[in-house]
């Protein structure tokens, strides 16, 4: 069990592959686009900026009224929870003969706090394509695993639906989730 990153021109995408399941993880940072090789880190971790909202508060709380307390703790727990729900990364984890579950992982850098998982079997997963939309006045590629309900309806899942990471690396994952449907509507065909 080795995680290795395939991508050098983008370090923030690595997969662990096992004999029991592929992790396909973008983590939520990349390199500068300029040469530099800097980080840019779309979470923040608690700096020590943060250590004066305290004071603050502190000071501040005595000398305030009722109405004024109420708002000093509505923008507290507001600024807590923007700071615990940052994506931390995303994944795309293949399990043969079972399907894919797709996982966000948000919380404190480097703590996860919540997890949530899609889980699409592979009997009703039908394809996986990579699609473009537009956001803005940019063009983005997003990975979408097809799936077909038991009453022919179709959905979509996309894949690393906050991180939106770039071409190259969803390319990467595209080629190995097809070989994934292909083996698994191969198995699915074959007569018991």
């Not at 300029?34 to 709380?61: A, E, F, Y």
């Not at 807590?80 to 996982?103: A, F």
Request: hydrophobic share 40%; net charge positive; aromatic share 12%.
């Amino acid at each position: 069990m080795q995680r290795v990153h395939p991508l050098q021109t983008h370090p923030e995408f690595s997969i662990l592959r096992t004999d029991y399941f592929h992790e396909y993880r973008v983590e939520n940072w990349h390199l500068a686009r300029d040469g530099s090789g800097s980080v840019i880190r779309h979470t923040c971790p608690w700096s020590w900026k943060h250590s004066i909202i305290p004071l603050i508060i502190s000071i501040s709380w005595p000398k305030a009224g009722s109405f004024a307390r109420t708002l000093i703790l509505l923008a507290t727990i507001f600024f807590v929870w923007t700071r615990c729900t940052q994506v931390i990364h995303e994944s795309v984890i293949v399990l043969p003969e079972h399907g894919i579950q797709l996982e966000t992982h948000k919380g404190l850098p480097p703590l996860t706090l919540f997890i949530t998982r899609r889980f699409v079997p592979y009997t009703i997963l039908r394809d996986v394509v990579i699609n473009e939309g537009i956001k803005r006045w940019d063009i983005r590629y997003y990975l979408v695993a097809l799936k077909e309900g038991a009453t022919g309806s179709g959905g979509l899942e996309v894949c690393f639906p906050n991180i939106l990471p770039h071409f190259p690396i969803l390319l990467q994952v595209y080629r190995d989730l097809r070989e994934f449907v292909a083996s698994q509507m191969s198995l699915s065909s074959q007569p018991p």
